[in-house]
Nanobody
């Protein structure tokens, strides 16, 4: 089993920055694909960024160039640095994980709220 705990959410003005963190425990963290999902009001949950066990990153088009995902295998942490935030990016951000061979993310944190004011 994998336990994921997010932190770092909060309130920020449009154009500002936030850094989210996720602490993973329970299984060899380095063998997992890790990701950040976002659920905004009125929309389906979407994958914002992910990083493979080998360190390859991938971003949603809306996040490209503004968000940076990274992981520290020694500390079992995943981070998401977000810059130039927009009001429509207000929502709950979830840390997620899956084994490399698993097709979908199946481990989830409880989420952390991010509010971007205009």
């Amino acid at each position: 089993q994998v336990q994921l705990v997010e932190s770092g959410g909060g309130w920020v003005q449009a154009g500002g920055s936030l850094k989210l963190s996720c602490l993973a425990s329970g299984s060899p963290y380095s063998n997992f694909v890790m990701g950040w999902y976002r659920r905004v009001p009125g929309k389906q949950r979407e994958l914002v960024a992910s990083v493979t066990s080998g360190g390859t990153t991938d971003y949603a088009a809306s996040a490209e160039g503004r968000f940076t995902v990274s992981k520290d295998n020694r500390k079992n942490t995943l981070t998401l640095e977000k810059n130039n935030l927009k009001p429509d990016e207000t929502g709950v951000y979830y840390c997620s994980a899956k084994r490399t061979v698993t097709p979908t993310f199946n481990y989830w944190g409880l989420g952390t709220q991010v509010t971007v004011s205009s």
